[in-house]
């Protein structure tokens, strides 16, 4: 079949058949409203063929589910990359749905079917331990934050980061205090990045005075003060004290 030639469903039938015929399957198509119906022995196999995966296919085929646990969705094989992160979210998905997934390459002159993913129970745990640093990572980012200061579900908008927060807490107290090494921002509650966010300068929020002594930028003083709810909330922590000595915070 040419590649532009306009695909249809019925397109996906003959592949299928053809393929479930080879494993010894008896096939009929259009039985009670399933597309495919393939029967071995004890075994009933039920595929739902549609040009594209959407969550209508999805639910017509975990509708199937009530009556076999081998139900297969059938679609044309993407012209998009099998290893992107878009497929890989859609195989997570029929996996957690416990569905078969049929490719059927139907630009050639003898269509081709490749099983994606077989029917089968889906191992929730196993994942997650999978995806144990992702979920690490998540609290670690919930942990950095002082409260919540983005809105969700927004796009094209800049977000509020645990890494940000902490550039802002940097900032404010060389704001406040004046040149100051990284050892005593540390001490005045930093964190272990305090260095690295100053060396990086990622925002430009920060100069290098000296050896050992920063201070913040003229851009980092006319930026935070868009963020005076955390600038204040950071300052607040601090208990007053007298003025320090910058020659004697020397720390690389």
Known sequence: MAAKEKIYEVDLYKPVRNYFKKQGFEV???VNHCDVAAVKEDELVIVELKKN???DLLVQATARQRI?????????????????KKW????????????GLILVNLNRKSPT????????????????RRNKKKRERILAEIEGRNGDHNVGGSTKTKIMTAYKENCIQIASLLQKYGPLSPKKLREMG????????LHKNYYRWFEKVERGIYKISELGSKEIEEHTEISHFYLGQQIEQKPMKVAENHDD
């Open 28 to 30: 009929y198509a259009e």
């Open 53 to 55: 995966l959407t969550v």
């Open 68 to 84: 076999t646990d081998l139900v297969y969705i059938a679609i044309p094989k993407p012209k998009y990359k099998l290893r992107s």
């Open 88 to 99: 890989m979210d859609i195989c997570h998905l029929v996996r957690r749905l416990e569905l």
């Open 113 to 128: 079917i490749e099983v994606s993913i077989s029917p089968g129970p889906f191992d929730r745990k196993a994942v997650m």
């Open 190 to 197: 930093t964190g272990e990045k305090t260095l690295s966010i």
